[in-house]
């Protein structure tokens, strides 16, 4: 049984680590418009609806968000 556990453990592990590269992925891609210009008189951001693409990422590093944060409790409460 205590292999059984360090192989669990070694899985989550690398998927926390995979899922990890993934969220940073889609975050950095997400930030691609976005700065301090608007802080120091730049122009003004107007609001719009998130179409395609722009849709398809923001959802989905939400679920890596998600995924991230169940695999990290889940490493947390394997003994």
């Known amino acids: 049984m205590r292999a059984a556990q360090k192989n669990m453990k070694f899985y989550l592990n690398?998927?926390?680590i995979v899922i990890s590269v993934l969220l940073i992925a889609a975050i950095l891609l997400q930030a691609r418009g976005t700065g301090l210009g608007s802080t120091f008189g730049g122009e003004g951001n107007v609001y719009r609806t998130k179409r395609g693409l722009?849709?398809?990422l923001f959802r989905s590093t939400i679920v890596f968000a998600a995924a991230f944060l169940g695999l990290?409790?889940?490493n947390i409460l394997v003994p």
């Open 72 to 74: 990290a409790l889940a």
């Open 14 to 16: 690398i998927a926390q």
């Open 54 to 56: 722009e849709k398809v």
